[in-house]
């Protein structure tokens, strides 16, 4: 049976967030079963439609009249949650699907994740589905909530006590238990939840489904999502896009990472371009920001909750204040290290914090000293100081453990309250720990609290970061044809170098000889010093078995250099189709690079580029980006570059041209989506960047094919 393909992201969510009638098939009076608690939680806090308990006896479930069969129901319910055996599946689908059902939630399990066997029954299912214009949510997931609207789609532990309080966190993952624990410490830190969604095998609705149907809801303000990995690229930038669109954040926590692409074993581009940077690289180009545990998940989610989109901080800097010298040196080490910056008081705003607090040390971080927390009025108008510097900096209050002594609390509240008050546009930020009921009071003020350090570090830093994704421009999309490639590119570097030449890259004049006599004609044609590498398409990285020679200055170099890259090629690789050897130029006065594209298996040609040359693996110092890529976007690649400083005129050296090699790097993008049908791999390395205004030269290049080992006809 064939399967229709899946609608846009996010259509026909409201099945399962709106549903007007709710079936529960498999409906049981004892609530510890699967099929009990989503009775009763509709049930026990008020949803508002019709609860069709179904199941095959009839009678009374929980209270409700039950019915037989799902075709039984006075009026036909939007949603139907599934909860029976793998069995008796598929019938419920086909029944669901004969009275008018919009949504299925299957909260059973072992349908693909079972195996072979229960993957077909997932198929057919999915096919049915989609048949009939439904939406299905799982096989094997922990289903919705709207809390708005009281209504429940899950059998969630985390919900026998209570619902979390209605607000505007939206909550997708595809772990039905990682998302559940989200929902509660977002109801732990007294952050209300909009919509919840767990997608489990994801047979239909899938994250991106979950992340649109959110970035379209007007009850949600920001999106954490918790996923394992991505079965759709496009849809998954599509939802991204869409959230960015309604200035929504989205913040992931990405699990797990893809096994690299197959073709890694023969380029450098496939050894350095993981996919787990693939996904950090799209999560930063489409606006969402990727945190790296669950912990930095809460704390950045609860802040950017706090804070919305427009009180975002503006730039790194932040102004640090304790009451200890040592607490304030442990700040400042931890936020340099997360990346921020620590600016300088103006001398007038330093002047004003010694009239509030005498003997408080003004650099920043400033020591407050004990003497801030005497009075209200004092601790008011030091913060009033700080809050006025032209810095513009985040200010960063340690009270560590003040909050649990009455008096200090008041002196506390008292002061925040009046400056969140007289400063509303600026973004104060406190590390703390206290009664429940004080960080509640403060947080209602609008300013975050993190219970430490590092905590706060992490936090702020992720929140430049949202600040930053929301305002790049928007990324390149290759809308051009797929054409084939001349199969001679996987021939030799010289061939892939004439097709990246016709494509606009610099490479160096070359010739392509077969005997020594040739090679002198043309290292003499090209003027010396020159150098000769081997050409094979068998053999992909010519150094390491002696088929590159340097720096030849005369006739008699290069006939023995030419008779030594053969004999090295014979001894090392004696199977290896020998196209010839290659005469180019030796240059030099540059700093190399390495760029290439490399196939993901998620989300296709993957551009990189980095330092390059012989210690490109060893460095790994490189940046990657879904293709294409703009000039713009390639040259923040290469500023993003951890040595970027050598190609930026350090320590004295002349400043490269780094127009050209973003030049470079976006054309070799557009090439790989061109020709993606045919070239899995490439690599340029090294690429030679003159000092500026003087261009760029490809150096080497090689063309791996997309399967097998293509030969030219």
Do not use: W
């Not at 393909?5 to 009638?21: E, S, T």
């Not at 506390?412 to 429940?436: C, D, F, N």
């Not at 993190?450 to 928007?474: E, H, K």
């Not at 494509?503 to 020159?530: K, Q």
Request: aromatic share 4%; charged share 15%.
């Amino acid at each position: 049976m064939l399967t229709a393909a899946p609608v846009a992201p996010g259509v026909g969510l409201d099945a399962f967030f709106k549903a007007r009638g709710v079936a529960v098939i498999g409906a049981s009076d004892d609530v510890t079963k699967i099929g009990g608690r989503p009775v009763q939680l509709l049930c026990k806090y008020g949803y508002g439609g019709p609860i069709y308990p179904i199941n095959p006896k009839g009678g009374s479930i929980q209270g409700l009249k039950a019915y037989a069969s799902i075709l039984d129901t006075p009026t036909a319910p939007d949603m139907a949650i599934l909860a029976v055996p793998v069995s008796a599946t598929l019938q419920a689908v086909r029944d669901c699907a004969s009275r008018g059902v919009h949504g299925l939630i299957v909260l059973t399990s072992g349908f693909a994740e079972a195996g072979p066997e229960g993957a077909a029954l997932q198929a057919e299912m999915v096919a049915i589905v989609r048949s009939h214009g439904m939406r299905l949510l799982g096989p094997n997931c922990l289903g919705t909530v709207n809390v708005v609207d009281k209504l429940v789609g899950s059998f969630s532990i985390a919900l026998e006590q209570s619902l979390p309080p209605a607000g505007q966190v939206g909550i997708v993952s595809q772990s039905g238990n990682i998302g559940s624990f989200t929902m509660q410490n977002m109801a732990q830190r007294g952050l209300g939840v909009s919509r919840f969604i767990a997608t489990g095998n994801e047979a239909d609705v899938d994250v991106a489904d979950g992340i649109a149907a959110l970035a379209q809801d007007p009850d949600t303000r920001i999106i954490l999502c918790c996923m394992e990995t991505c079965r759709d690229a496009s849809r998954l930038i599509a939802a991204l896009q869409m959230a960015r669109q309604a200035h929504k954040p989205v913040i992931v926590l990405k699990i797990g990472a893809t096994e690299q692409g197959q073709a890694a074993a023969a380029s450098h581009t496939g050894a350095l371009t993981g996919s787990d940077a693939v996904f950090d690289a799209v999560f930063r180009r489409y606006g969402a920001l990727r945190v790296r545990s669950i912990e930095d998940l809460f704390d950045v989610g609860h802040a950017a909750a706090l804070l919305g989109s427009q009180r975002l901080p503006a730039t790194d800097a932040v102004t640090l204040v304790a009451a200890s010298g040592g607490f304030g040196i442990m700040m400042a080490d931890a936020m340099v290290e997360a990346g921020m910056t620590l600016p300088q008081l103006t001398e007038a705003t330093r002047a004003q914090i010694r009239e509030a607090v005498p003997s408080a040390g003004t650099n920043n971080p400033v020591d407050a000293s004990a003497q801030m927390s005497a009075r209200p009025d004092i601790l008011l108008k030091m913060l009033t100081a700080l809050q006025n510097d032209a810095n513009g900096s985040t200010l960063v209050l340690l009270l560590a453990l003040s909050l649990y002594n009455p008096r200090l609390r008041g002196v506390y509240l008292e002061a925040l309250a009046k400056i969140r008050l007289s400063h509303p546009e600026r973004l104060l930020v406190l590390i703390s720990q206290g009664p429940a009921d004080a960080v509640a009071e403060i947080n209602a003020l609008g300013i975050p609290v993190f219970p430490n350090i590092a905590a706060a570090a992490r936090a702020l830093a992720g929140l430049v970061r949202l600040g930053q994704l929301s305002t790049l421009p928007t990324a390149a999309a290759y809308t051009g044809p797929l054409e084939r490639v001349n199969p001679d590119v996987f021939r030799s570097e010289f061939h892939a170098k004439q097709a990246l030449a016709a494509a606009g890259i610099s490479v160096p004049r070359e010739a392509l000889v077969t005997s020594a006599d040739a090679a002198v004609r043309s290292a003499n044609a090209t003027g010396y010093p020159v150098v000769l590498k081997i050409a094979s398409e068998d053999i992909a990285h010519k150094t390491d078995m002696g088929g590159v020679a340097l720096n030849l200055q005369d006739d008699a170099a290069v006939r023995q250099a030419y008779e030594r890259l053969l004999a090295n090629a014979q001894k090392h690789a004696p199977q290896a189709r020998l196209e010839g050897v290659l005469v180019a130029p030796m240059v030099s006065g540059g700093v190399e690079l390495i760029a290439g594209v490399s196939r993901d298996p998620v989300f296709g040609p993957v551009v990189m580029v980095g330092l390059g040359g012989i210690y490109a693996e060893i460095l790994k110092d490189v940046a990657v980006q879904v293709a294409p890529v703009s000039q713009d976007e390639a040259l923040r690649m290469i500023r993003s570059l951890k040595l970027f400083a050598l190609l930026d005129g350090a320590r004295g050296q002349a400043r490269s041209d780094l127009a050209a090699a973003a030049l470079t790097v976006a054309q070799l993008s557009e090439f790989a989506c061109r020709h993606a049908g045919d070239v899995a791999d490439i690599d340029l390395n090294p690429i030679l960047v003159k000092p500026e205004g003087q261009g760029v030269l490809v150096l080497d290049a090689l063309m791996v094919p997309t399967s097998g080992h293509c030969a030219a006809p």
